[in-house]
């Protein structure tokens, strides 16, 4: 049964890029709320381009210590987002072992550099696939099951500012998470009848190791006029977000008190997407 401090007990979430970061958060926050999780990551490099290292088996382990530790049952897999018969493997165990599947966290995600006309295809692909594909795949992974459960449920799409307001040096990036957006948009319409929301979440600077990606600095060196798109916000913007803060509406979005939220594109940015 569901009190004032657990929401959303009762109900099970499943949560892509889980290792850490904000997936991580969104695991403990979500079960500290009341829910069963059921976490993936891919536990390795899935960019060669990347300015930062790859999440790792034991920072998955750790995140299943910290929701058993918030009394919560987890269920956690290795697994990419581009492993489309991985996830849906991972879906029907969770259901089996849960009987139920209620709230979505689409989280997982990469972000590298690089100027559109001189970065790869593959380094293009690999962003796409990740970012973009990757949702999709989620969402199939996890409609139909909700569907024939008849429970209704919430999805979450984790996009970015960048999903709204393109920045120069990762136009790759940007592209997969106003993808994300468009598929958010079109799923909430296809999905209202059945009860279930749909929903991004635009975060902006958040302290995770891709938030503290580095590489970065070296596009602004070598284009220092770039560095006016990536603006403050009308918040005071002197530190990168907890992830705890994005877990937040994350948490909101899966409960009742959001239950007129659909197709809504929610900002986590300190007012930088009006600036």
Not at 125 to 130: F, G, M, R, S
Not at 163 to 178: D, M, N, T
Not at 210 to 236: K, R
Request: hydrophobic share 40%; proline share 5%.
């Amino acid at each position: 049964m569901s009190t004032p401090d657990t929401p959303l007990a009762g109900r099970v979430a499943y949560v892509t890029g889980a290792a850490r970061g904000q997936g991580r958060s969104h695991c403990v926050r979500l079960a500290r709320a009341g829910a069963d999780i059921v976490a993936i990551d891919a536990c390795a490099s899935v960019a060669e381009h990347n300015g930062y290292p790859s999440a790792t088996p034991d920072d998955l382990a750790e995140t299943v210590r910290l929701v058993e530790n918030e009394g919560r049952k987890i269920l956690a897999a290795e697994v990419d987002v581009r492993d489309a018969a991985g996830q849906r493997r991972v879906v029907a165990d969770g259901i089996e072992q849960f009987g139920r599947l209620d709230i979505v966290v689409a989280n997982a995600g990469v972000l590298n550099w690089g100027r559109l006309w001189e970065i790869s295809a593959r380094q293009w692909q690999d962003i796409l696939d990740v970012n973009l594909t990757g949702v999709y795949n989620t969402v199939q992974a996890v409609v139909p099951p909700m569907i024939a459960a008849g429970n209704g449920g919430s999805i979450i799409t984790i996009s970015s500012a960048a999903g709204i307001k393109a920045v120069p040096g990762c136009r790759h990036y940007c592209a997969s998470k106003f993808g994300v957006v468009g598929l958010t948009n079109s799923l909430a319409v296809e999905l209202g009848e059945f009860g279930i929301r749909v929903n991004s979440v635009h975060p902006y600077g958040t302290d995770t190791p891709m938030g503290n990606d580095v590489s970065m600095y070296q596009v602004f060196a070598d284009h220092p006029n770039y560095i006016h798109s990536f603006s403050p916000g009308a918040l005071p913007t002197d530190s990168l977000a907890p992830p705890d803060t994005i877990s937040d509406i994350v948490v909101w979005l899966a409960g009742d008190a959001s239950s007129l939220v659909t197709a809504a594109q929610i900002p986590a940015d300190k007012g930088y997407l009006k600036i």
